[in-house]
């Protein structure tokens, strides 16, 4: 039986590789793929893969992609001219973790080849799952990584030894389990972003929802915005926090703050929050003694005021 991938449309992956069309990217340049004859060899090997996920559907994911052989090596603007070809095949089954997969893989194996700095523009293209995720440097050697758009759900998972930046937003589940790296988002974040990481600073300049921080360790978070205060650095041990704001619920009594962790720190400026902070120490406070959380409101001078004391 012969297995042909089909678009919405009626179009078959082949055909659409026939006619690809060029795209463009943000310096207006067009992107030849036909050009580069490494880069065409791998848009048809990233084409097969679309066809093997079909025949070891009952695989699990992390097991298919196991069996996935990409030692090929490209330059940095390269992995991101391939990334824009992928827009072609975005409506095909599992684009966003086949494609997130593909780009991420590149990046590790142009890292390792002595490349870094790399960039992704994202603009434009269905937001991918996991982006970024498992990528690994060096302590000596951070991997640098740039993307600009957003850049969907459970990016930057698993990483190690990473200095990544996201100019735009992110879902839900962002940098879960990461370790030793900086992440700074320009935007927002949904549930549950920083969850059980490790001697990470993490800074998003937006909002971020519930969840925030859950388990995380030995780390350096901080929100500029809004946070959703459910489950707020629930388990967390050893961390610095810093908090814009809590978004107003109805709920009052289901707010939690840094609950069952211990020897953490949570910061504010924000006036009100720190009457929440305030509220929140009265019904709690011998849970927070004994767990050594400390919540401190820096006034306007500068001066630290620790809440509770």
């Not at 048809?44 to 992390?62: G, N, P, T």
Request: net charge positive; charged share 25%; aromatic share 12%.
């Amino acid at each position: 039986m012969t297995l042909v991938l089909m678009r919405r449309g009626g179009e078959s992956i082949d055909e659409l590789v026939g006619r690809y069309e060029p795209q463009t990217v943000p310096t207006k340049k067009e992107i030849e793929i036909r050009g580069n004859n490494q880069l065409s060899k791998m848009l048809e090997k990233y084409k097969e893969i679309f066809k093997e996920w079909i025949q070891r559907w009952r695989f699990h994911r992390s097991e298919f992609f196991g069996t996935i052989d990409l030692q090929e090596i490209f330059r940095p603007d390269e992995i991101n001219q391939f990334l824009q070809a992928t827009i072609a095949y975005e409506d095909a089954s599992h684009y966003r973790s086949i494609t997130a997969f593909v780009v991420g893989r590149l990046v590790q194996n142009s890292y390792a080849s002595g490349n870094n700095n790399f960039f992704l523009n994202t603009k434009g293209i269905k937001e991918l799952f996991e982006l970024g995720g498992y990528l690994h440097g060096e302590k000596k050697r951070l991997l640098e990584i740039t993307i600009e758009g957003n850049c969907g759900e459970s990016a930057f998972t698993d990483v190690c030894y990473v200095n990544g930046k996201v100019i735009g937003s992110a879902g839900r589940n962002f940098a879960f389990r990461t370790k030793k790296s900086r992440l700074y988002i320009e935007g927002d974040t949904d549930y549950g972003a920083f969850q059980h990481v490790n001697g990470v600073v993490g800074n998003i300049n937006g909002n971020s929802g519930s969840c925030f921080g859950e388990g995380a360790k030995n780390s350096k978070l901080r929100v500029e915005g809004s946070v959703v205060p459910y489950g707020y650095l629930a388990s967390a041990k050893k961390v610095i926090a810093y908090v814009g704001n809590f978004m107003a619920v109805k709920e009052k009594n289901n707010r939690s703050y840094v609950s069952n962790g211990k020897n953490c720190q949570v910061v504010t400026t924000d006036l009100e929050t720190k009457r929440t902070f305030e509220e929140y120490i009265g019904r709690n406070s011998v849970e927070i003694l004994h767990n050594n959380i400390t919540f401190v409101y820096i006034h306007k001078d500068g001066r630290r005021e620790v809440l509770g004391k």
